[in-house]
């Protein structure tokens, strides 16, 4: 009868052993899973690449530009080479871009190019 019941007393302490084992594993694997995060955090700075893009060359064809075909685009005041289709502000110096035509664009353009 005593033998019974030490082998049901270490059966039971197993069970317990292997459960602490196994809590002590999936608690470091979730260690090495939250280091991850870190190889993330390296996509930064990638707004001035589309805020550049608005800096137009001297021969770009203006109406091109209007993507949405409204016939109005966004130049910056100081800088006419700086257009685009939507509202925003220029990458040059920062200035909030003013509603023109597409004519009204070209022509400035041409003056800001001359
Ligand atoms: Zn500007």
Do not use: H, W
Not at 28 to 49: F, I, L, R, V
Not at 79 to 94: A, F, L, Q, R
């Amino acid at each position: 009868m005593k033998t019974k019941a030490v082998l049901k007393c270490s059966l039971k302490f197993s069970i317990v052993l292997l459960i602490v084992v196994f809590i002590s594993l999936t608690g470091c694997s979730k260690e090495s899973g939250a280091k991850s995060p870190e190889n993330q955090s390296q996509q930064t700075g990638k707004k001035d690449t589309t805020n550049t893009s608005i800096i137009r060359d001297n021969d770009v064809n203006v109406s091109s530009l209007d993507l949405d075909k409204d016939g109005n685009l966004y130049q910056c005041e100081m800088d006419y080479d700086v257009i685009s289709d939507k509202p925003g502000t220029c990458p040059k110096c920062g200035m909030e871009l003013k509603k023109v035509s597409i004519a009204d664009a070209k022509k400035n353009l041409d003056a800001y190019n001359n």
